[in-house]
């Protein structure tokens, strides 16, 4: 966008948060209910806030001054009264329409004046108060928009709320980058971790042999190894050398993000071995009959640095 370009942008948003502006207060809208005991009694326990004077004297907490007229999670609670002339809505939409579609909140700043007693009607209204920008952050260039809630009894103002949000242009997403190589001999892999309770098994994958750890006490096999026993709680440790066959006990299908040494999509199961524990590991030529129960055994592979047991289909 060239400078002309950027000017007079600039001076069409300008022009038509001026208009918004000069539209002065909304109307009010009104809460759906009014001040009531389970309400603030709800407010008090999500922010354990245990002050006994709130139930004592009949008044709510001044914070919970935006739930009285909170529209609801789905968006408008049937009830509700809503304003047709939101300042905030109206400066947001302008906002979008030039490309600056992204938001977050900046400032907010509080006044009370009283305190709001049980069985009162509240309603609130808002003003649009400042625009500044555009603005360089680091967020991206941005405007600055403050609008002011002002929340009533009757005619009675209560209390007022400044609220600022920075609407800023969101960057140009980067490009994804580009699928890594499969990884077959001599491949990059992300290397496992070896620590002394996994180095027998990592031992045992060089030698091409799928070791489980067993307990030399009570005989349980476990998977994945640790330091000591789940079932009797020993630290005797040993393994067997399992006969790499199982069946699939549940698989994902992986296509995002990227991982070094994978050309995606490609299967990762979990792998019920005969000897009774499970094994992780990816499903190579995985065919469209794969599912749940489908018998499985044991390939190596290579990738140079490390050697990984993995998974085929037993033809039937």
Same mark, same amino acid.
Request: aromatic share 6%; with cysteine.
């Given at each position: 966008?060239?400078?002309?370009?950027?000017?007079?942008?600039?001076?069409?948003?300008?022009?038509?948060?001026?208009?918004?502006?000069?539209?002065?207060?909304?109307?009010? #809208?009104?809460?759906?209910?009014?001040?009531?005991?389970?309400?603030? #009694?709800?407010?008090?326990?999500?922010?354990?806030?245990?002050?006994?004077?709130?139930?004592?004297?009949?008044?709510?907490?001044?914070?919970?001054?935006?739930?009285?007229?909170?529209?609801?999670?789905?968006?408008?609670?049937?009830?509700?009264?809503?304003?047709?002339?939101?300042?905030?809505?109206?400066?947001?939409?302008?906002?979008?329409?030039?490309?600056?579609?992204?938001?977050?909140?900046?400032?907010?700043?509080?006044?009370?004046?009283?305190?709001? #007693?049980?069985?009162?009607?509240?309603?609130?209204?808002?003003?649009?108060?400042?625009?500044?920008?555009?603005?360089?952050?680091?967020?991206?260039?941005?405007?600055?928009?403050?609008?002011?809630?002002?929340?009533?009894?009757?005619?009675?103002?209560?209390?007022?709320?400044?609220?600022?949000?920075?609407?800023?242009?969101?960057?140009?997403?980067?490009?994804?980058?580009?699928?890594?190589?499969?990884?077959?001999?001599?491949?990059?892999?992300?290397?496992?971790?070896?620590?002394?309770?996994?180095?027998?098994?990592?031992?045992?994958?060089?030698?091409?042999?799928?070791?489980?750890?067993?307990?030399?006490?009570?005989?349980?096999? #476990?998977?994945?190894?640790?330091?000591?026993?789940?079932?009797?709680?020993?630290?005797?440790?040993?393994?067997?050398?399992?006969?790499?066959?199982?069946?699939?006990?549940?698989?994902?299908?992986?296509?995002?993000?990227?991982?070094?040494?994978?050309?995606?999509?490609?299967?990762?199961?979990?792998?019920?071995?005969?000897?009774?524990?499970?094994?992780?590991?990816?499903?190579?030529?995985?065919?469209?009959?794969?599912?749940?129960?489908?018998?499985?055994?044991?390939?190596?592979?290579?990738?140079?640095?490390?050697?990984?047991?993995?998974?085929?289909?037993?033809?039937?």
């Amino acid at each position: 966008m060239s400078v002309d370009e950027a000017t007079t942008a600039q001076a069409r948003i300008l022009e038509a948060m001026q208009a918004v502006r000069d539209r002065g207060e909304s109307a009010r #809208r009104a809460g759906r209910d009014p001040v009531n005991l389970p309400t603030i #009694r709800t407010w008090q326990e999500a922010l354990e806030d245990d002050d006994p004077r709130y139930e004592r004297d009949g008044t709510a907490p001044p914070a919970m001054i935006q739930v009285w007229t909170m529209a609801g999670l789905p968006g408008q609670r049937p009830g509700v009264t809503r304003s047709t002339d939101d300042p905030l809505g109206a400066a947001m939409s302008i906002m979008d329409r030039a490309g600056f579609t992204s938001v977050v909140a900046t400032n907010c700043t509080q006044t009370y004046h009283r305190y709001l #007693r049980v069985g009162e009607e509240v309603s609130v209204s808002t003003t649009l108060e400042d625009v500044v920008g555009p603005k360089r952050t680091a967020l991206g260039e941005g405007w600055f928009v403050t609008v002011k809630n002002t929340w009533f009894v009757g005619d009675e103002p209560v209390a007022e709320m400044l609220f600022r949000v920075l609407k800023f242009r969101p960057p140009e997403p980067e490009p994804e980058p580009a699928p890594a190589p499969a990884a077959e001999s001599g491949g990059s892999v992300i290397p496992p971790v070896i620590s002394r309770d996994t180095a027998f098994f990592w031992e045992g994958t060089a030698a091409r042999e799928l070791r489980i750890q067993r307990c030399e006490d009570c005989g349980a096999l #476990r998977h994945p190894p640790g330091p000591l026993c789940t079932a009797c709680g020993s630290a005797s440790r040993g393994y067997v050398v399992a006969a790499g066959t199982g069946a699939v006990h549940s698989y994902v299908v992986h296509h995002h993000p990227p991982v070094p040494g994978r050309t995606p999509p490609y299967v990762v199961a979990l792998v019920d071995l005969a000897e009774g524990v499970r094994i992780l590991g990816e499903v190579v030529d995985a065919g469209p009959d794969l599912g749940v129960g489908t018998a499985v055994e044991l390939v190596w592979h290579d990738t140079g640095d490390v050697v990984l047991p993995a998974w085929k289909q037993v033809v039937t």
